[in-house]
């Protein structure tokens, strides 16, 4: 038997390189185009399984489980709490719906509209002379009602009921695809985030294993400062938004206003998208204390609207000059107007969710630009690394491969 040893293979030259880093490149950007419809899907399941994440260790660390039934225990957990809270949410939030009296609030409004449509036709905004008549035309035309004749000679035809039957089947039916589909988007979500849980240690180790030798360091010290910024903005972006959403449902009930909780939810949800999403969230509440006015003072509706107003701001900076730092730290911090147009961006590409994502996509790019640059110009990425103690001992030669030929 003859024996030989191995040779490596000969290097690939610059221009090889090149080309085989481009077609990786290029088929990269080609799969995620095919596949940008379940981008959305994917997103949310890396989302839940990253919340969730941290309940997992603590079962299986602390309370010494076995990994998979961590697993299974803290899903479970999830879903009963997710669900009990939703019961209680919705009937809190149907209450506060019941409060604000919906129909009479859009018949005030309309009231309100059609006694001062007059009033609109001219105004002066900023020094300028807006003529609006065409605009209030076609308002004063739209609210104006006919008087509806008694019902007591009208025929209605086997027909009609027919179409009305038929029409509301559809509705029905189109509610119930809707639900359909949520549940079932709901449930696929959830599955793919148990599998990324279950097998988050090897896609850890797989990405590992892709770091040039003498860099695995700086990719340790990488991937702890993303996962830094991951869970300073997604777990500090929940709590931060809680707070601000019960701070304006408890202050809006104190003063009176109607419906206080359910604008305390809206704040609480909108309040995840930076800077745009506080004023969106402050909108309903002041133009429901416009119409409705307050139950506790005497005092008139645009009074109350005032100081409905004057409680939004005065939450909103409260939760971006204290809440917010104290619970986000500094990970994510970025310039407001890198965040503006990240929002616009983001809500572009991903809509809602993509608004969310938006900050800490930006923060991460920049911590790994930083890095890119620091290589560039030769400078330590890392400055304050910590000193890593030396080995123990030289690490043993590797084994000459040896192929057998007969």
Do not use: C
């Amino acid at each position: 038997m003859l024996e030989t040893q191995a040779e490596p293979s000969p290097p690939w030259s610059n221009a090889a390189k090149l080309t085989v880093a481009a077609g990786i490149g290029v088929s990269l950007l080609l799969i995620a185009y095919m596949a940008r419809s379940v981008f959305v899907t994917a997103a949310l399941a890396g989302f839940v399984a990253f919340l969730i994440a941290p309940l997992i260790r603590i079962i299986h660390v602390r309370l010494k489980a076995p990994r998979g039934l961590a697993l299974l225990i803290a899903y479970f957990l999830v879903l009963v709490g997710t669900l009990v809270f939703g019961v209680l949410m919705a009937g809190a939030i149907i209450e506060s719906i019941r409060q604000l009296d919906p129909v009479g609030t859009i018949v005030a409004i309309a009231e309100w509209a059609r006694e001062n449509a007059e009033d609109l036709r001219r105004v002066t905004f900023l020094g300028v002379d807006l003529d609006l008549s065409e605009l209030v035309d076609s308002l004063q035309e739209n609210l104006d009602t006919e008087e509806i004749e008694e019902s007591s000679g009208v025929q209605v035809t086997t027909d009609q009921i027919m179409a009305l039957v038929g029409g509301a089947l559809a509705t029905l039916r189109a509610a119930v695809g809707v639900v359909v589909a949520i549940v079932m988007s709901g449930l696929v979500t959830l599955i793919v985030a148990m599998y990324l849980n279950a097998d988050s240690a090897k896609y850890y180790a797989a990405i590992m294993r892709t770091v040039p030798p003498g860099y695995e360091g700086d990719a340790l010290l990488m991937s702890k400062k993303l996962t830094t910024v991951w869970k300073g903005y997604l777990y500090g972006q929940l709590v931060n938004s809680a707070i601000t959403g019960t701070m304006v449902w408890l202050v809006l009930w104190m003063v009176g206003m109607p419906g206080a909780f359910v604008m305390g939810v809206v704040m609480a949800v909108l309040n995840m998208v930076p800077t745009f999403g506080p004023i969106l969230a402050a909108i309903p509440g002041v133009l429901a204390a416009l119409v409705n006015g307050t139950t506790r003072f005497d005092m008139s509706n645009l009074a109350f609207a005032v100081l409905v107003v004057s409680i939004y701001l005065v939450g909103v900076q409260l939760q971006a000059n204290l809440i917010a730092p104290r619970v986000m730290g500094t990970a994510v911090r970025l310039p407001p107007a890198v965040i503006m147009l990240g929002l616009i961006v983001g809500f572009a590409i991903g809509g809602l969710l993509g608004s969310l994502l938006a900050v800490p996509v930006i923060a991460t790019l920049r911590d790994i630009f930083s890095y890119l640059y620091a290589k560039l110009i030769d400078r330590d990425p890392f400055p304050d690394r910590p000193t890593l103690p030396p080995p123990a001992e030289d690490p043993p030669a590797r084994k000459s491969v040896t192929v057998g030929e007969a």
